[in-house]
């Protein structure tokens, strides 16, 4: 990850207009790190301590129930986007989920207490924590929201425009337990869309 610099100058750029100069403050305490498919970023019931930027890789958050052992994906994160189970990083209480690299991936990330010192120290940070919040109510508020307006292949092209070739990326099983369907029922949206495009 020789560019880790110049792929997180853009990112935090775009993402709350730091400066140049808020940015190479942090710069020391961003820190590059590979994650195996199968490996996890973080694991259920230990406090989440890191804010990675996904550069390269899917992550799932999922919950496992301890008597079933059935698993529940809740968000995917990809490429440009934080990983990170807010709640447990923002309180440093044990996290619920899991966070489950789905391919081999590379991420940028800074602890707890290194971006709390930035807070503290540059009122600017203060703004990207602000936005960093809303950004992840934002995610949790549209994730229920869609189990209430909108229908599965409705769910299915909101997952498709935020995380695009994501079915070509992941099992089917996967983005079946995060639109809350079955797999044969994604099958045969699958089929119903591309008959669409077809058909135009």
């Not at 020391?28 to 890191?50: E, H, L, T, Y």
């Not at 120290?121 to 809303?134: C, D, Q, S, V, Y």
């Not at 934002?138 to 292949?153: G, L, M, V």
Request: hydrophobic share 40%.
């Amino acid at each position: 990850m020789n560019n880790k610099n110049e792929i997180l100058t853009q990112h935090l750029q775009n993402f709350a207009a730091l400066t140049d100069k808020d940015i190479t403050e942090s710069l020391p305490f961003w820190k590059p790190r590979k994650i195996a498919k199968g490996d996890f970023f973080n694991m259920q019931s230990m406090v989440c301590n890191d804010l990675g930027l996904v550069v390269k890789g899917i992550f799932r958050i999922f919950y496992r129930d301890p008597v079933t052992e059935e698993e529940k994906n809740l968000f995917f994160f990809s490429e440009n986007q934080f990983v990170v189970s807010f709640r447990s990083f923002i309180s440093q209480n044990p996290c619920w989920y899991f966070i489950e690299a789905m391919e081999d991936s590379e991420i940028i990330f800074i602890s707890y207490r290194d971006l709390n010192g930035l807070y503290e120290r540059n009122l600017h940070w203060g703004k990207f924590g602000r936005i960093l919040a809303e950004t992840f109510f934002a995610y949790a508020q549209s994730r229920t929201e869609e189990f209430i307006f909108f229908s599965h292949e409705e769910r299915f092209l909101r997952l498709q425009e935020e995380h695009p070739n994501i079915v070509e990326r992941i099992p089917a099983y996967h983005i079946s337990s995060f639109l809350g369907i079955t797999n044969p029922s994604l099958s045969r949206i699958r089929k119903r869309l591309k008959n669409n495009v077809n058909a135009n």
